[in-house]
């Protein structure tokens, strides 16, 4: 054990004496938090799996792939406004620098779509660094209006560059294509036939789901993420801490730059086409109202968010005119009633909420620690006298 | 033995306002030292300095050998020193298991890939980190629910999370900042006897405090600073006989007050610093 401590841990003056009695591996059943949102992570892949089998319509699936391309944006966003608490009102910007620069090489160098991959992420991580270098240094407010600024100038950087299409952008970007297979040919599996766009949209799913929101979790759960979040409610405290504080909201502004750069690179793809105006500030409100609607920091909200920002204008098609208001008023409504968003990053289980935390073993290093020697000389009501039994049903009994 | 922490002639300006003028001290390893003075004296703004906070005027401030002026807080606390804060300053958004987690960020072996692709790498890293993390929270005494908010515990119970935050740094030099403010006697006992036992570790404490009590109980060596000046330096026996400290607590009038721990320990010093200001206009 403390070999592999070593190995994990750099060298620290300084090690904390042994947990005084051993917690165990934390729950991980179907009740539990985690579990719980596993079984429905499993449903919601599912769910996507069966759709081209329910509906194949071409209307379907393609409202159904800009939804997941969606997700990706605005998981990407979560980053940067959940986990390291930066507001950025110009995100669309490196969604627009992914889906140039991957049509710009598909198109003009006729590169096929999974070369452009790399050069899609390190453009993005390079569009990070830029804006992110000098403005990370402000504070909120400031960040906020730099980066509004540069979404604009990106799109209207694009609206007069001939490289670019000028306003017109750029048409007939090419679908993935592999060697000389492309999606375009559709497979053919088990008897059954998938075209090109339903080939897509699984093929989507399968980033979105897996890349994008797995990913994301992960690193959101770690050493990374905890440093996001540290930032995130006490810069200061932070700092003291031993994390430096820049290069952790760079990192955030990176990341989120660089999912933002595939889901745009997954736009270009999706709909053969782009031009500056698929690039406007409305759409760098539009992904952050998701991100706040659904709950800062929560993947399960931030999913919700990203679905009813993209399905939304789908179901209110009749009222187009009226949309925006319609959005706006959801969104005093949802700030009134749940302010910290639909599914909230601290959001516990209902029937988690009254579990009791497992009583101590009782020890006497405790017991002299603790500050009610000279106060209470009788034992503290409620503790366990005698050694756990590890039932945890047990433990509670005494110590309530 | 040599001196773990170096402070020499520090000078904070703040526009025209002294905020520290002409601080010079040190401390050993696994020394106590009390830093006293009434509001206002300087206190945490030589804390601040010394952490990498605010930028000292002039001065020197040498930590572990090194010279620690304008360098980073965070470098600093990886040299190994922490600190906790005068108002509680936990993540609030996070549960009290990572609050701890976190500030293992500098120590732990995990990269970015590792994190995304779970290596073993990573999972053994994180075993480490939640069972050093598990350590510092039951060694500073903490026996509620560690996967709770830190928002959803007591105060007292935040403190010794604040206090376990700070340890897993891994730190040499501990500087705390009015640990004791807001907790009641029994409370007060109870930390005294922890940072005896972060004493008895081998780390360096620095303590900033208003109860005399626990000060003159606690401390090896107290340094005592009144408008950012340094005026006494000695040990507990020694300040509580200086007339220079009995003048700056009490007022200069009472030359003949017998100064004792009670006297001290009620909230004197906003007393005396109104007086001062009386006087002064």
Same mark, same amino acid.
């Given at each position: 054990?403390?070999?592999?401590?070593?190995?994990?841990?750099?060298?620290?003056?300084?090690?904390?004496?042994?947990?005084?009695?051993?917690?165990?591996?934390?729950?991980? @059943?179907?009740?539990?938090?985690?579990?719980?949102?596993?079984?429905?992570?499993?449903?919601?892949?599912?769910?996507?799996?069966?759709?081209?089998?329910?509906?194949?319509?071409?209307?379907?699936?393609?409202?159904?792939?800009?939804?997941?391309?969606?997700?990706?944006?605005?998981?990407?966003?979560?980053?940067?406004?959940?986990?390291? @608490?930066?507001?950025?009102?110009?995100?669309?910007?490196?969604?627009?620098? #992914?889906?140039?620069?991957? @049509?710009?090489?598909?198109?003009?160098?006729?590169?096929?779509?999974?070369?452009?991959?790399?050069?899609?992420?390190?453009?993005?991580?390079?569009? @990070?660094?830029?804006?992110?270098?000098?403005?990370?240094?402000?504070?909120?407010?400031?960040?906020?209006?730099?980066?509004?600024?540069?979404?604009?100038?990106?799109?209207?950087?694009?609206?007069?560059?001939?490289?670019?299409?000028?306003?017109?952008?750029?048409?007939?970007?090419?679908?993935?294509?592999?060697?000389?297979?492309?999606?375009?040919?559709?497979?053919?599996?088990?008897?059954?036939?998938?075209?090109?766009?339903?080939?897509?949209?699984?093929?989507?799913?399968?980033?979105?789901?897996?890349?994008?929101?797995?990913?994301?979790?992960?690193?959101?759960?770690?050493?990374?993420?905890?440093?996001?979040?540290?930032?995130?409610?006490?810069?200061?405290?932070?700092?003291?801490?031993?994390?430096?504080?820049?290069?952790?909201?760079?990192?955030?502004?990176?990341?989120?730059?660089?999912?933002? #750069?595939?889901?745009?690179?997954?736009?270009?793809?999706?709909?053969?086409?782009?031009?500056?105006?698929?690039?406007?500030?409305?759409?760098?409100?539009?992904?952050?109202?998701?991100?706040?609607?659904?709950?800062? #920091?929560?993947?399960?909200?931030?999913?919700?968010?990203?679905?009813?920002?993209?399905?939304?204008?789908?179901?209110?098609?009749?009222?187009?005119?009226?949309?925006?208001?319609?959005?706006?008023?959801?969104?005093?409504?949802?700030?009134?009633?749940?302010?910290?968003?639909?599914?909230?990053?601290?959001?516990?289980?209902?029937?988690?909420?009254?579990?009791?935390?497992?009583?101590?073993?009782?020890?006497?290093?405790?017991?002299?620690?603790?500050?009610?020697?000279?106060?209470?000389?009788?034992?503290?009501?409620?503790?366990?006298?005698?050694?756990?039994? #590890?039932?945890?049903?047990?433990?509670?009994?005494?110590?309530? | 033995?040599?001196?773990?922490?170096?402070?020499?002639?520090?000078?904070?300006?703040?526009?025209?306002?002294?905020?520290?003028?002409?601080?010079?001290?040190?401390?050993?390893?696994?020394?106590?030292?009390?830093?006293?003075?009434?509001?206002?004296?300087?206190?945490?703004?030589?804390?601040?300095?010394?952490?990498?906070?605010?930028?000292?005027?002039?001065?020197?401030?040498?930590?572990?050998?090194?010279?620690?002026?304008?360098?980073?807080?965070?470098?600093?606390?990886?040299?190994?020193?922490?600190?906790?804060?005068?108002?509680?300053?936990?993540?609030?958004?996070?549960?009290?298991?990572?609050?701890?987690?976190?500030?293992?960020?500098?120590?732990?072996?995990?990269?970015?890939?590792?994190?995304?692709?779970?290596?073993?790498?990573?999972?053994?890293?994180?075993?480490?980190?939640?069972?050093?993390?598990?350590?510092?929270?039951?060694?500073?005494?903490?026996?509620?629910?560690?996967?709770?908010?830190?928002?959803?515990?007591?105060?007292?119970?935040?403190?010794?999370?604040?206090?376990?935050?700070?340890?897993?740094?891994?730190?040499?030099?501990?500087?705390?900042?009015?640990?004791?403010?807001?907790?009641?006697?029994?409370?007060?006992?109870?930390?005294?006897?922890?940072?005896?036992?972060?004493?008895?570790?081998?780390?360096?404490?620095?303590?900033?405090?208003?109860?005399?009590?626990?000060?003159?109980?606690?401390?090896?060596?107290?340094?005592?600073?009144?408008?950012?000046?340094?005026?006494?330096?000695?040990?507990?026996?020694?300040?509580?006989?200086?007339?220079?400290?009995?003048?700056?607590?009490?007022?200069?009038?009472?030359?003949?007050?017998?100064?004792?721990?009670?006297?001290?320990?009620?909230?004197?010093?906003?007393?005396?610093?109104?007086?001062?200001?009386?006087?002064?206009?």
């Amino acid at each position: 054990m403390a070999s592999q401590l070593d190995q994990a841990l750099k060298h620290a003056p300084l090690r904390a004496p042994a947990p005084l009695f051993d917690r165990g591996k934390p729950d991980s @059943g179907p009740r539990s938090q985690r579990g719980f949102m596993r079984i429905l992570g499993i449903l919601a892949v599912v769910l996507l799996a069966a759709l081209p089998f329910i509906d194949a319509s071409a209307y379907t699936i393609s409202i159904a792939t800009s939804a997941l391309i969606y997700i990706m944006l605005c998981m990407g966003l979560n980053v940067v406004v959940g986990y390291a @608490g930066l507001l950025d009102l110009g995100y669309i910007a490196f969604f627009a620098v #992914g889906a140039y620069i991957s @049509g710009i090489l598909t198109t003009v160098l006729d590169w096929p779509m999974w070369a452009a991959v790399p050069a899609t992420i390190l453009a993005c991580i390079l569009a @990070g660094i830029i804006i992110g270098g000098p403005t990370l240094r402000l504070r909120s407010d400031y960040l906020a209006i730099v980066t509004l600024g540069f979404g604009e100038i990106i799109r209207i950087t694009a609206n007069n560059l001939d490289v670019t299409g000028g306003p017109s952008g750029i048409h007939g970007i090419p679908t993935w294509s592999f060697g000389d297979w492309s999606f375009r040919d559709g497979l053919e599996l088990f008897g059954i036939r998938f075209s090109g766009t339903i080939l897509f949209y699984y093929f989507v799913a399968l980033i979105v789901v897996t890349l994008g929101i797995i990913g994301l979790s992960r690193l959101a759960r770690g050493r990374m993420g905890r440093a996001w979040k540290a930032v995130r409610d006490d810069e200061d405290a932070a700092e003291a801490m031993g994390i430096n504080t820049y290069a952790t909201k760079i990192s955030a502004y990176i990341i989120g730059a660089v999912w933002a #750069g595939l889901a745009g690179q997954l736009m270009a793809t999706h709909l053969t086409a782009i031009s500056p105006n698929s690039f406007q500030f409305l759409y760098s409100a539009l992904i952050l109202m998701a991100v706040v609607l659904g709950g800062m #920091g929560s993947t399960p909200g931030v999913i919700i968010g990203a679905l009813f920002v993209s399905l939304a204008p789908e179901l209110l098609r009749e009222f187009s005119e009226w949309r925006f208001l319609i959005f706006g008023v959801l969104l005093v409504v949802v700030m009134l009633f749940r302010p910290s968003g639909l599914w909230p990053a601290t959001a516990v289980l209902p029937w988690l909420r009254a579990r009791k935390p497992r009583a101590w073993p009782a020890t006497a290093p405790i017991e002299s620690l603790r500050d009610d020697a000279r106060n209470e000389p009788a034992p503290r009501e409620g503790r366990p006298e005698a050694a756990s039994t #590890g039932d945890p049903a047990d433990d509670e009994e005494v110590r309530r | 033995m040599t001196a773990l922490l170096e402070v020499r002639d520090l000078h904070l300006r703040f526009g025209g306002v002294k905020a520290v003028d002409g601080l010079s001290f040190e401390v050993r390893e696994g020394e106590i030292l009390a830093v006293i003075g009434p509001n206002g004296a300087g206190k945490t703004s030589a804390f601040n300095c010394i952490s990498g906070f605010y930028r000292p005027t002039s001065g020197s401030i040498s930590f572990d050998g090194r010279s620690i002026m304008r360098v980073l807080p965070s470098t600093i606390t990886r040299r190994g020193m922490a600190r906790t804060f005068q108002n509680l300053r936990l993540f609030k958004e996070m549960t009290v298991l990572d609050n701890v987690k976190t500030a293992m960020h500098a120590n732990l072996r995990e990269g970015i890939f590792d994190n995304l692709l779970h290596t073993p790498r990573y999972l053994r890293a994180e075993e480490a980190c939640a069972r050093e993390a598990r350590g510092w929270l039951d060694f500073v005494g903490f026996e509620g629910d560690e996967q709770l908010f830190v928002t959803q515990l007591p105060y007292g119970e935040q403190r010794r999370v604040e206090i376990a935050r700070a340890l897993a740094t891994s730190p040499k030099l501990l500087l705390l900042d009015e640990p004791a403010a807001g907790l009641n006697y029994g409370e007060k006992q109870g930390l005294m006897r922890l940072i005896r036992k972060i004493r008895d570790l081998g780390v360096g404490i620095v303590l900033i405090e208003h109860d005399m009590g626990l000060v003159m109980e606690l401390a090896e060596r107290i340094v005592v600073l009144n408008y950012g000046k340094e005026i006494a330096d000695g040990t507990p026996a020694e300040i509580k006989a200086n007339p220079v400290v009995i003048e700056a607590y009490l007022g200069a009038e009472d030359e003949e007050a017998a100064i004792d721990d009670t006297t001290l320990t009620q909230s004197v010093p906003i007393a005396a610093d109104d007086e001062r200001k009386g006087e002064q206009a």
